[in-house]
């Protein structure tokens, strides 16, 4: 074996012990074990009967289950929240430490043990006694430092276990309001100011949403309009569901002996809301900064709320109520007289059954359209008509006219709760038009709309083609 073979074999043995090394330093070491957390109580929850929290600067709170509920002592008629207070049972029941602190403490004051913050006591049904001891916060600011009796060692626990022990009852009490509605089945809601003003909704009947006389969406304002207004359900129902964002911040006073302190001894609002079964009725009172004091008709205790979520109240009813002037199913009418300029024109819808010709088929109905006696084609007819009905209000009068019509439509109907409904456009304006309906103004709109109507009947009249 000449000198260069025995070179490259060297070199070869040598990568490949390179390689093998490698291989060894870099390949996965197995995971080490975990270490198993330290239980420091743990108990069944079912059985745990009582729990007392005392030494604390919040001072003593004491729970105890009663059946299946927990009360706090001193507290009666008071409603806990069940998850709230199962907070604090697993911290009596299912605590582990985050780690141990120092195995055989001289100075437990170090810890803020010397004496604890919070001395928890639980009891068992079966009379077993499990004790904490709170000290301070760690200096990280997410756990604390803890003893359990017994036992001689510091832990450190995570940070939701000692903030229970600091709760107090403010912190356990159940914030939810009740009854609670079903917000897509409200049947009734109604808003009243402190200056008066009031908005009303209800629910339309079936007959009511069948004819669209007061618009297409499900409810009908009653108040603060002289006449009944259809509501825009677009922005109805936001208004609607507003009150369900109300949600108690903080109890103030269970018994409140002097409601002016609150503002709520003459309510800055009132807001009742209805479902099919149930009612609410809030009194909104002063605002102390983000903050509004509220009551609930019928109960003593004085809340508050964010003031936040009382923005749905900034909703005026303009804002709500459904622009048409008046927008009956056609359907629903048999005719229409438009008078202006001292004529008045006679729009006729005359219907006639027809029996079906063969079996099972439905009878029809067919129409007949006439304008001044004179048969009209229908579409024209119908696109007049819709003219007519699309007419909306673009504002609300700010100032009593005299109702001396420039153009009165009067709809002589078929169904309704009126025969017939009479709508009058009097001068409100150069501008606008006031529009008056039976007699009743609350509205005003372009003149520019009335001119289109003009137009259009004008047109049908003459035989020639309206569209819409």
Avoid: C
Avoid at 188 to 207: A, H, N, P, R, S
Avoid at 209 to 233: C, E, I, T, W
Avoid at 295 to 316: A, E
Avoid at 438 to 450: C, H, I, P, R, V
């Amino acid at each position: 074996m000449n000198r260069r073979v025995l070179t490259l074999i060297i070199v070869v043995v040598v990568l490949a012990g390179l390689v093998g090394a490698y291989l060894i330093v870099t390949r996965p070491k197995p995971a080490a074990a975990a270490s198993p957390a330290v239980q420091i109580a743990q108990g069944d929850k079912e059985k745990l009967a009582k729990i007392v929290l005392t030494e604390r600067t919040e001072g003593t709170l004491t729970l105890e289950k009663k059946g299946k509920t927990w009360t706090a002592a001193g507290a009666a008629g008071i409603a806990l929240d069940p998850s709230s207070v199962d907070d604090i049972v697993l911290t009596f029941t299912s605590m582990s430490a985050e780690r141990v602190i120092d195995d055989k403490p001289t100075n437990l004051a170090q810890y803020g043990l010397q004496p604890p913050r919070v001395v928890g006591e639980a009891t068992y049904s079966d009379g077993t006694v499990k004790k904490l001891f709170l000290g301070d916060k760690t200096p990280t600011g997410n756990t604390y430092y803890l003893q359990a009796a017994g036992d001689p060692k510091v832990y450190s626990v995570w940070t939701n276990h000692g903030d229970h022990l600091h709760w107090t009852l403010a912190d356990l009490r159940d914030k939810k309001i009740t009854p609670e509605l079903n917000y897509d089945e409200i049947t009734y809601f109604k808003v009243t100011k402190g200056d008066g003003t009031t908005i009303e909704l209800q629910q339309k009947t079936e007959k009511e949403n069948k004819a669209y006389q007061l618009g297409f969406g499900r409810f009908l304002m009653s108040r603060p309009y002289s006449y009944p207004r259809g509501v825009d359900s677009q922005k109805g129902d936001p208004f609607i569901k507003g009150p369900q964002s109300i949600q108690i911040s903080s109890f103030v006073d269970d018994h409140p002996a002097d409601l002016s302190r609150y503002g709520l001894s003459r309510p800055e609002a009132e807001v009742v809301v209805r479902d099919k079964s149930n009612t609410l009725d809030f009194l909104l009172g002063s605002t102390t900064g983000d903050k509004t004091y509220f009551m609930i008709r019928g109960r003593p205790g004085v809340y508050t709320t964010d003031k936040s979520s009382l923005d749905f109240l900034k909703t005026t009813a303009w804002d709500l109520v459904d622009k048409f002037v008046f927008i009956p199913n056609i359907d629903d009418v048999d005719r229409m007289d438009v008078s202006s300029g001292g004529t008045t024109h006679s729009l006729v819808i005359t219907r006639a059954a027809k029996k079906a010709e063969k079996k099972g088929e439905e009878n029809t109905v067919e129409a007949t359209y006439t304008a001044d006696g004179k048969k009209v084609e229908e579409q024209s007819f119908k696109a007049f008509y819709q003219q007519v009905i699309a007419m909306q209000a673009e504002g609300e009068v700010r100032k009593v006219v005299p109702n001396s019509p420039v153009m009165t439509v009067k709809f002589f109907m078929n169904k309704g709760p009126s025969k017939i409904v009479t709508v009058d456009y009097a001068p409100y304006d150069n501008d606008f038009d006031a529009v008056f309906v039976d007699g009743k103004s609350e509205f005003a709109l372009t003149k520019q709309q009335l001119a289109q109507v003009s137009d259009k009947l004008v047109t049908l009249l003459s035989g020639g083609k309206v569209t819409y």
